[in-house]
């Protein structure tokens, strides 16, 4: 890695900062405007077109009880206030995962004022049923399936001779979704309040991520499922013949962490808490009213969510080039099913990269081995002609054509590539595959740090030796800092990433540094 590959990234930084500023958050928050007017509309003829007075839900005093129930995937306890999912220990590859260890009402909790008890269980499902009003009943139905689209089901049974107009309530996600322990130092910063919308004009719906500042940001007609996320884990509601209503969001305190090893004190960890309302609904007299439901909790994982129904996968976060990360995550998926082996596969993935871009590689590279050829001729014709920038400028142009070099051939190469590396690189970092996967010896899982930071060092190492190969005679001082550190920041910078990323990284150095090798002997010879 060199100057030019860094300036070529910090120029698509400013510019994916540009486009979200200027372009994405505009649009949608012009979105947001309008579903909040359609709404409010919405709502307005609801209530002029009722003409029976809205029930009252009777609350109860009754202490807080746990039910526990044994899903194909976790281990769940279920509040009786409101019957939401108060802990949902997932079943890990590496032991089970405290999803929801904050305190809170339960992830899908409802009417959390009644007091719901166990009314039938099954190997597979659990009910629980409260009583509303007078003379109403609710019962929630809980159907879990393995690895695979779960099911809600909320009945109200009106047994009085009247029709009831039910109040207005919401499904409950948070406060916070947690994660595997090494996600959790990013958690904070994962942890979102989502939906996804299907925008007109577009093939593929978009996933929204929104904060507190976004009242009411969509209705029910306009996502199709939301729920909270973080890099690795999703646990979403989805409507089944039935409109909900508005989706609200506010950030919790969840926990405290320790701030630089705990001598600066301790600092609060927020996470996402989201209400998705349900509006007014009206139950027949001697009748029943049923709202459906299909819901998601579990981790992002790609194969599966391949497989699934209501486009799961765009949860995955594949950044700016998602068409290429998504690309990647497929030939990485069908190299591991040759190996069985996500270490290699990643190893395999970037050679079959650096043989695609070869050319543009060498082609880079060749360039900036002529242009330290010509560094000492650079430095005495700056120096001659320091004082008349417009015959210096002359001069360099003449040294350029006498031994054919093109200063942009360093840089067109490195703007073809960077898409592909940052493709790749958010396709390893978001893939759930490589948790728990084993690479070699003491590398046990490729999405958590190397435990001995032997891959960073590595990678810093071919990464020193690479910047000096390259080091120009008679460069200024500043420039040859850069050089001279350039390798310690980034394996300071490699020291918390995943293995899986470091491997990759360390590999295409590898590479990189050997072209860079055959490249230099190539023109040495020449002359």
């Known amino acids: 890695m060199d100057r030019k590959f860094l300036l070529t990234a ?53 202490p807080e009880e746990l039910i526990s129930f044994q899903a194909p995937t976790a281990d769940i306890t279920f509040s009786s206030k409101g019957a939401g999912i108060k802990e949902f220990l997932f079943k890990d590859v ?30 597979d499902s659990i009910t629980f049923k409260a009583q509303v009003m007078p003379g109403v009943e609710m019962l929630k139905t809980y159907q879990f399936q393995d690895n695979t689209i779960n099911q809600l089901l909320i ?45 007109e004009g577009k093939r593929n719906p978009t996933l929204v991520k929104f904060t507190p500042k976004d009242t009411s940001p969509a209705s029910g007609k306009d996502w199709m499922w939301a729920g909270v996320e973080n890099r690795y884990f999703l646990s979403v509601l989805i409507p089944q013949g039935w409109t909900a209503g508005t989706l609200q969001t506010r950030k919790e305190i969840v926990t405290t962490k320790r701030r630089l090893w705990g001598l600066m004190g301790d600092a609060d960890v927020e996470g996402p808490q989201l209400s998705i309302d349900v509006p007014t609904q009206t139950v027949p007299a001697k009748g029943t009213l049923e709202l459906n439901s299909d819901f998601y ?32 995550r497929n030939v990485l998926e069908l190299f591991y099913s040759w190996t069985g082996n996500y270490g290699v596969a990643i190893i395999m993935l970037t050679v079959l990269l650096q043989a695609i871009l070869f050319k543009f590689t060498q082609m880079s590279l060749k360039s900036g081995a002529q242009m330290k050829k010509v560094q000492p ?67 046990t899982d490729l999405s958590s740090k190397d435990p001995y930071y032997i891959l960073p060092i590595l990678m810093g190492a071919v990464m020193y030796f690479q910047q000096r190969s390259t080091m120009p005679a008679g460069m200024d001082q500043a420039q040859a800092a850069m050089f001279k550190y350039m390798p310690v920041i980034f394996t300071l910078l490699f020291m918390n990433f995943p293995s899986g990323l470091v491997l990759y990284w360390l590999t295409n150095s590898l590479i990189t540094f050997g072209i860079q090798t055959l490249v230099n002997r190539k023109i040495a010879k020449a002359n």
């Open 10 to 62: 910090l120029v698509f930084l400013l510019f994916l900062t540009g486009y979200n500023q200027f372009v994405v958050i505009p649009r949608m928050q012009k979105q947001q405007q309008a579903a909040q007017a359609e709404l409010a509309k919405t709502e307005q003829e609801l209530a002029a077109a009722s003409a029976t007075p809205v029930a009252k839900v009777q609350s109860t005093s009754a």
């Open 297 to 328: 909790f579990g981790p992002k994982d790609y194969q599966l969510f391949e497989k699934l129904p209501y486009h799961l996968g765009r949860s995955i976060e594949f950044g700016f080039f998602g068409a290429l990360g998504r690309l990647a």
């Open 94 to 123: 590496l032991g089970n995962v405290d999803l929801t260890p904050y305190k809170g009402q339960g992830y899908f909790a409802t009417f959390p004022q009644l007091d719901f008890r166990e009314a039938k269980r099954t190997r």
């Open 155 to 199: 009945t109200f049974k009106n047994n009085t001779n009247s029709e009831v107009v039910l109040p207005k309530f919401d499904f409950n996600f948070g406060p916070g979704l947690s994660t595997v322990k090494s996600e959790l130092s990013d958690n904070e910063r994962e942890s979102k309040a989502v939906y996804l919308i299907q925008e």
């Open 377 to 443: 001729e650079m430095k005495r014709l700056q120096e001659k002609y320091k004082g008349n920038p417009d015959q210096l400028n002359r001069e360099m142009l003449a040294l350029y054509q006498k031994h054919h070099i093109n200063p942009l051939a360093g840089c067109l190469p490195l703007l073809i590539q960077l898409p592909i590396f940052l493709a790749l690189f958010n396709a390893l970092r978001t893939s759930w595959s490589l948790h728990g996967a084993k690479f070699i010896w003491w590398i």
